[in-house]
């Protein structure tokens, strides 16, 4: 019997549970609330208590797991694990979590992060079977890729494949980014930049079937743009539309940069890839070089929409060789 391994994704808001087997079968999962309140010592308490629970169930069917794979948001420095950059968990912030998570959980532990766990996943069990070069894009509130490049995950900038959701690609409108420059992916394409999108544009005097609910001074999500375009209002079609020409410009400079034979989309934005995959499908090949594009094999949507992170966190215990190098490694703990 071939070993299974528990992999956790440890978002902003939602805690994510796989018990994975070396085929990438899910054999059991959960989703619970991320603990939030509390000083960020309490908050790992409360998520190790979590994956305690979920790992004795497992043990109680019979599984014996090698090991809990974690992802985290951001960036864990070092071999401690340092929480960095953690501006949607902050209450992690500077926190060593690998001793905290050794004290608490005990065996073999590994630690990646999210989208780098999410790649791992689609290149070993998902859409990227079989390729040695594989590049995910993660569309959420921001934007990230994760690189597969000759089998190996790149992990050089803190443990990412860089800054990416910050190309420069809105030269024209050059808005403010939430990284302090100007015309970032993110600005135009990604959950909160299709949003400001909306709220620049009615700024501006532009009408849509939302502004009477911005003007009650309700919330709009990305969401909303969504559903108002797919009902037809001009304006969210085309903020739809920009950001599909967009993406398809990010993926042009990707994919001069990465080559990677196939594009995986994943995150939150996908459930408005009615919306953009199809425009993003048109765009690449006629922004791309040509030359180039021989043997790609095209944009696809994660085969793991929901629980991919996870599944790939499992995977370091599962096939720790696979590794790349770079990143603190994954020992047995005493
Ligand atoms: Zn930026």
Request: with cysteine; proline share 4%.
């Amino acid at each position: 019997m071939t070993g299974t391994a528990i992999g956790i994704d440890i978002g902003a808001t939602r805690l994510k549970m796989a018990h994975v087997d070396a085929f990438g079968t899910i054999l059991a999962s959960a989703i619970v609330p991320t603990p939030q309140s509390g000083a960020g010592i309490e908050i790992v308490d409360r998520v190790a208590a979590e994956v305690r629970s979920f790992r004795e169930l497992a043990v109680a069917k019979g599984f014996h797991p090698l090991g809990i794979g974690l992802d985290v948001p951001h960036l864990v420095d070092g071999p401690d694990w340092v929480q960095r950059w953690a501006n949607t968990m902050p209450a992690l912030e500077g926190l060593a979590l690998r001793p905290l998570l050794e004290d608490r959980l005990g065996g073999e532990l590994a630690i990646a992060n999210d989208v780098n766990a999410f790649t791992i996943a689609e290149h070993k069990f998902g859409r990227g079977q079989g390729t040695d070069r594989l590049v995910l894009v993660a569309i959420g509130t921001g934007i990230s890729i994760g690189v597969v490049a000759d089998g190996e995950v790149l992990e050089y900038n803190w443990g990412t494949a860089g800054d990416t959701g910050h190309i420069i690609v809105d030269v024209d409108g050059l808005n403010e980014c939430s990284c302090g420059g100007h015309g970032c992916l993110e600005t135009v394409a990604s959950g909160s930049g299709i949003r400001d999108e909306l709220l620049r544009a009615v700024a501006r005097g532009e009408g849509t079937v939302l502004a009477e609910r911005l003007g009650r001074g309700e919330t709009v999500t990305s969401r909303d743009v969504a559903e108002a375009a797919r009902a037809g209002d001009p304006l969210c079609s085309r903020i739809f539309e920009r950001a599909a020409f967009f993406l398809g410009v990010g993926l042009a400079s990707y994919f001069h940069t990465y080559r990677p034979e196939i594009f995986v989309l994943a995150g939150g934005v996908v459930d408005s890839s009615d919306l953009l995959l199809d425009p993003m499908r048109d765009w690449l090949p006629r922004l791309a070089s040509p030359a180039r594009l021989s043997g790609f094999r095209g944009i696809e949507l994660a085969a793991y929409p929901e629980m991919g992170a996870a599944v790939g966190s499992a995977s370091l215990i599962l096939f720790p060789r696979e590794r790349a190098t770079g990143l603190p490694s994954h020992e047995v703990a005493s």
